[in-house]
């Protein structure tokens, strides 16, 4: 009598691996449309710890239009948030990059003697959502240029892609590196940025994976997709790059 008990038992859920480094996130207050707060700042820096990881790399947006930033207001966010983090007992190891728009502006960006590169290697870089620009080859070969390498920042969320296989095995062949957004898999950023995340996971093309933490929401899908099917997945199918960063 008891077997159709234990039967019908839910499967427990098991936590996918630990990723001790995320580089991807808008955590210094105030200058993006992330944390608009210290104490929001460090509220997710909170979270994040509690969530596993040992080091953050900030990457603030830097959009000509929007949001102006450069090294300098990064780096002195940065130096504040390090060291209210350290007042507050939180041990998480915060370095910053940027996440660059590819703008009119994004060409001066590279020419510039300051550029904000994750890890001191990769350029992370977004567009539009909805049409892909026009220069972006010769905008992705100014990074190498530069002496760095391109990371395009969640390729699931260009409402763009209209062939994933043809156009993202063309970035590839330009030497990007992938980042996508660990909530892309819950839906976070709707059906199509799912059904994209989903094909770079199955087609093996996936290198680094962000939390793109802006706020708290974001954290609570982050924590629920640590324990999902699809997130071990991920790692069966793909070398995450991760922990070489730390
Ligand atoms: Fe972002």
Do not use: W
Not at 57 to 86: C, F, Q, R, W
Not at 105 to 126: Q, T
Not at 181 to 192: A, C, E, R, T
């Amino acid at each position: 009598m008891l077997f159709p008990f234990f039967k019908r038992r839910k499967k427990e859920k098991r936590r996918g691996p630990k990723l001790r480094v995320d580089l991807h996130s808008h955590l210094i207050p105030g200058i993006d449309d992330g944390s608009q707060s210290m104490e929001e700042s460090l509220s997710l820096l909170r979270g994040l710890e509690a969530l596993g990881y040992e080091k953050l790399v900030i990457t603030p947006h830097i959009m000509s239009d929007s949001y102006p930033n450069s090294a300098k207001t990064i780096l002195s966010g940065l130096a504040t948030l390090k060291e209210e983090a350290k007042e507050n007992g939180i041990s998480l190891q915060l370095e910053a990059g940027a996440e660059y728009y590819l703008d009119e502006c994004f060409f001066e960006e590279m020419r510039k003697d300051e550029i904000m590169a994750i890890g001191n290697r990769y350029v992370l870089f977004e567009s539009s959502y909805i049409s892909k620009p026009l220069q972006i080859e010769e905008m992705i070969f100014a990074i190498g240029e530069a002496g760095y390498e391109p990371m395009m920042a969640h390729p699931e969320r260009y409402r763009y892609i209209k062939n994933p296989e043809k156009e993202y095995r063309r970035f590839k062949e330009l030497g990007v590196q992938f980042q996508v957004n660990i909530n892309s898999f819950g839906g976070h950023y709707g059906k199509q940025a799912e059904a994209l995340v989903n094909f770079l996971n199955e087609a093996g093309m996936i290198d680094f994976l962000g939390s793109d933490v802006h706020h708290k929401k974001q954290l609570d899908t982050l924590s629920e997709l640590f324990y999902s099917e699809v997130y071990h997945k991920i790692f069966e199918n793909n070398t995450i790059k991760n922990d070489m960063l730390l």
